[in-house]
């Protein structure tokens, strides 16, 4: 597989765990997950981590997964690459990882005492990889294997921080969040 196929692979496959965080940010707001409680003197998660936005968050991943799916033949022969169809398990797998990976750094962020929107890096970049790959392999480990080689592994380690950041970037230009990281 050449550089250019391997980068086309390895975005297409982690759409659904890329697009369920910037979905939650845009149909966010509401009811916080964790009703306002607190733990050790500080939110669990805050007010920034909604039900709406979860469940939209997540449903529009699972969703685009299908949508990948139904393209995936057209589009694989328009391109000439060869891209991987998603499972369900993946398909549902990818979406709800992210999110609970954002949830976990969340976390993670009140108990070092950071306040909401305050810049966490290095897990503000890899949190909801980390945790959609890890429900990947629990979900359907022979996908996981069989798509993520080597190659593709190291771009989506050097894609995804580029593109997590350039999307809070726009976001924050666009007003739809309060800080640009």
Known sequence: MDVVAALVTAIWIMLPAYVPNNVAVLSGGGRPIDGGKTWRGRRVLGDGKTWRG?????????????????????????????????????????????????????????????????????????????????????????????????????????VTPILHVSTNVAAYHLDLKSEPW
């Open 54 to 158: 979860t469940v939209v968050g997540i449903s529009a991943g699972i969703a685009l997964a299908f949508l990948l799916n139904a393209v995936n033949g057209p589009l694989s022969n328009g391109i000439g690459v060869s891209l991987p169809i998603f499972s369900i398990a993946i398909a549902l797998a990818f979406p709800i990882g992210a999110l609970v990976g954002d949830m976990a750094a969340s976390f993670l962020k009140r108990r070092t005492g950071r306040e909401r929107g305050a810049a966490f890096p290095g897990v503000d970049q890899f949190d909801f990889l980390v945790m959609a790959l890890l429900f990947g392999v629990i979900a359907d480990p022979g996908w996981v294997l069989d798509v993520f080689t080597p190659l593709i592994v190291g771009i989506v380690l050097v």
